[in-house]
C-alpha cells in the first residue's frame, strides 16, 4: 500500500468543505466483507472512494466537528 502525505478523508474533507456540503455515500460490496464507500460530491459529481478504515475516520471527523460539511451520519 502506498502512503501519500495527503490521504483521501483529508481530500474529501477539503472538498466539501471548501463548499459547505455533505457528499452522498454509496456502498459497494464486491464480496461479504468486501466494501468500499463512494462518496460522491453533490455539487459537481466527483467522486471519492474510501475504504471502511478511511470512511470511519471521515464518519468520526463529521460526527466531532462543528463545522456542517463532511458525510452525514445515522442521527440517533
Ligand atoms: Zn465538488
Known sequence: MVMSSV????????????KGLYGDVTEWCEARNDCVYVVTC????????????????????SQSSD?????????A
Open 7 to 18: 490521504s483521501v478523508v483529508d481530500k474529501v474533507r477539503e472538498h466539501l468543505c471548501s
Open 42 to 61: 453533490p455539487d459537481c459529481s466527483k467522486e471519492f472512494m474510501l475504504t471502511d478504515i478511511e470512511y470511519d475516520e471521515l464518519l468520526a471527523w
Open 67 to 75: 463545522q456542517a460539511c463532511g458525510v452525514d451520519f445515522p442521527h
